[in-house]
């Protein structure tokens, strides 16, 4: 319902990566942001600024639908599943946490992984990309269904 879908946004760029903070896309030298931010504007009209966007953001994915841009997802959960316009899904994925070694002489001495970060393979991701949509729609039919829900909500508070 935010105005910041409302506004004109150019595309700069061919494409943006959008990665969640925990599982982070390494994908060439495109233009990145993750969602670690909480400047709302700044987030929308980063993913407005890509004609595609590589996401493993639920949100990224929601929001650049949203804005009528092409979603090429990299899912870390099933959540991704449920969007009601469906985004490209790149298969297979395999998200792992990356090692941190110490080696001596051909020797690990010390082996640790990062906890807090994940990371996936995305070789051959642009052969995916012919699965891409956009759905100039979504935002308006989202909406419309926003509104439905509060006039639902509304209708049953006056009756109780």
């Known amino acids: 319902m935010d105005g910041f879908f409302d506004k004109e946004y150019s595309i700069q760029q061919e494409f943006v990566v959008f990665s969640h903070k925990k599982f982070q896309l390494k994908i060439d030298s495109f233009p990145r942001m993750t969602n670690e931010g909480n400047n709302f504007e700044e987030i929308i009209s980063f993913l407005a600024s890509g004609e595609t ?3 493993s953001s639920f949100h990224g994915a929601y929001w650049g639908t949203l804005l009528g841009r ?20 790149y298969p297979g994925i395999h998200w792992k946490q990356p090692k941190r070694e110490i080696k001596i002489l051909g020797k690990t ?45 509304m209708n049953h508070l006056s009756t109780v």
């Open 109 to 153: 001495l010390y082996q640790r992984f990062d906890e807090s970060k994940f990371l996936c393979s995305t070789d051959n991701w642009r052969s995916h990309l012919k699965h891409c949509q956009s759905y100039p729609e979504s935002l308006q039919e989202c909406r419309d269904r926003n509104n439905w829900f509060y006039q639902q909500v």
């Open 53 to 55: 966007i590589l996401t």
């Open 70 to 89: 092409k979603v090429l997802a990299f899912p870390f959960t099933s959540k991704f599943l449920t969007l009601k316009h469906p985004v490209a899904m």
